[in-house]
């Protein structure tokens, strides 16, 4: 048998793998996983591993002082401006990814079996409807299967992309001295506002900020 997670071949009749934990393929399942996800398998166990960014350090406690560190963040960050777009990008294109649907592969499949078989049902037995069927069902699991395929592909390539571009943001966020924003706060344009927000007198501290915004965001997340 072969783990279908980490690709490990096992002696032993278990179902699970003893170098990960993993379900086991037992050998009649292997084709056919092989043909699902064999190369979803591998950019899976490509993944890099996360990277944490660091907590944030405590804000100044004069305004004065944090409207001069929150320039000193903006002129930092919005050198990385196009990496906040490659990850929001990343994210979006994740989520547009779907899976293959197989009512519309079953659809797919008759009609190419008719094209298929009424040219040729003058020409062959009257039993043929039976071939029909079997070619029906045929082209549908092939085409589904395949679709799948790429689906699993596509998904874990994304998400390896997605995953190496948020580990470069972490980077790019812990290299920043001194920043007592959260990485969700550090987009240029999130501190352009924030800055604002102190200069009219809007908001008293960046905490009042954050803390002002964090209900509406609750209340679009609900």
């Keep these: 048998m072969i783990c279908k997670e980490c690709g490990a071949k096992i002696e032993n009749l278990t179902r699970i793998c003893p170098h990960c934990g993993g379900r086991a393929l037992v050998d009649d399942e292997l084709e056919t996983w092989s043909f699902l996800a064999d190369t979803a398998a591998r950019k899976r166990h490509e993944m890099p591993a996360t990277i944490a960014p660091n907590e944030p350090t405590a804000p100044p406690a004069d305004t004065a002082e944090q409207l001069a560190e929150l320039e000193r963040l ?128 809007e908001v008293r501290s960046v905490q009042d900020y954050i803390g002002m915004d964090a209900p509406m965001r609750a209340a679009r997340s609900a």
């Design 74 to 201: 903006r002129d930092y960050f919005v050198k990385y401006s196009n990496l906040y777009q490659v990850v929001d990008d990343l994210r979006s294109i994740e989520c547009g990814v779907s899976h293959p649907s197989f009512p519309f592969w079953l659809l797919v499949g008759g009609l190419a079996a008719a094209l298929v078989y009424f040219p040729l049902s003058p020409f062959l037995p009257h039993f043929v409807w039976t071939y029909y069927f079997v070619l029906w069902a045929a082209v549908s699991a092939i085409g589904y299967l395949r679709a799948g395929r790429r689906y699993e592909h596509r998904a874990a390539e994304y998400a390896m992309l997605r995953r190496q571009a948020e580990n470069d943001l972490h980077v790019m966020y812990n290299h920043c001295e001194g920043c007592f924003l959260p990485l969700e706060w550090t987009p240029p344009p999130r501190i352009n506002r924030m800055i604002a927000a102190l200069r009219t007198g």
